[in-house]
């Protein structure tokens, strides 16, 4: 009984070493209180270890915490598949919309620079990088071609100069017009 008592002690003492390296050890904190959190679940089944195996269920007590670990483990998987899998309907979905607004606004012969479709839910917005200034005729094709194409209106779109698009070279100050209803909204 002593040597058992010694060993749980023992077990208990380079537990909490490896929590500490493992504290150490993790970056800056960002996942520190996951790891504080599952170490208190082991330190609590280290602590509970000898009482259950005084009364006899030391057995049934691992193979619990092995099943239940395995449908959270389960659980959490499904979880990261749908997410991973709802990043890529979202993101082809985005591109399908882009690949058609391009296609109705070259049917009207305006060639944009740049479309960049954003997705929040079930509000689609675009936005539209425009090389030179429009005239309220192209201004009208892009609200016609928007509308026609993926249904976005007045006001869920803006149209920029080329020169704030983000991978424009030299990332060059953001001056121009914006707009969303035939007319020029003013300066950015």
Avoid at 8 to 19: E, T
Avoid at 83 to 96: I, N, V
Avoid at 161 to 176: D, I, K, N
């Amino acid at each position: 009984m002593k040597e058992e008592i010694y060993q749980w002690m023992k077990s208990l003492a380079v537990f909490y070493i490896l929590l500490t390296t493992v504290l150490h050890l993790i970056p800056s904190g960002k996942y520190e209180r996951y790891v504080r959190f599952f170490m208190g679940l082991l330190l609590i089944f280290m602590l509970c270890t000898p009482v259950f195996s005084i009364l006899g269920r030391g057995e049934e007590l691992v193979q619990s915490f092995q099943a239940h670990y395995q449908q959270e483990s389960a659980l959490r998987e499904q979880e990261e598949l749908d997410h991973l899998q709802e990043t890529y309907l979202k993101r082809g979905y985005a591109t399908e919309i882009k690949e058609k607004i391009l296609q109705s606004l070259q049917n009207r012969g305006i060639h944009p620079a740049e479309v960049e479709v954003h997705i929040e839910g079930e509000q689609v917005t675009a936005t539209l990088y425009m090389n030179g200034v429009l005239n309220e005729e192209q201004e009208r094709g892009i609200a016609d071609g928007l509308l026609e194409a993926c249904g976005i209106r007045e006001g869920e779109y803006q149209i920029k100069a080329a020169e704030h698009e983000p991978s424009a070279v030299g990332g060059a100050l953001a001056s121009g017009t914006a707009s969303g209803r035939g007319g020029a909204a003013g300066v950015q």
